[in-house]
């Protein structure tokens, strides 16, 4: 019964987990979308909240342009305010979600 108990905790507090991090993607996606006013790939919001360094988060923006999700013009100016929204010191910089969810 203890087994049974903790098992069911552990996997409540998983979807719980799931569940935030669900709401943090959609609320990213429709923050920097209305800021950007263009669609910005769900995989590119992941890698933001998922706390990428900003090469990472370049290399998935120049991804997004090869595959014709965003243009080329967008990718650069997302680039930029991205670097400028987070105050990206460097390509190693982490992004850091809560900046752009809570300020």
Known sequence: M???LS??????QKKIQLEK????????K????KHFRFKIPRYVIMDIVENED?????LMINLAVINER????????????IKEMLQIQNEYSKLEIH?????
């Not at 991090?21 to 990213?28: Q, T, V």
């Not at 080329?72 to 997302?78: A, D, L, Q």
């Open 99 to 103: 900046k752009l969810l809570y300020d």
């Open 2 to 4: 203890q087994t049974v």
């Open 21 to 28: 991090k669900a709401k943090e993607i959609e609320l990213l």
């Open 70 to 81: 965003l243009t080329k013009e967008n990718g650069k100016i997302f680039k930029d305010g």
């Open 54 to 58: 900003y090469k990472h988060f370049c």
């Open 7 to 12: 098992n069911y905790s552990t996997l409540e």
């Open 30 to 33: 429709q923050k920097l979308e």
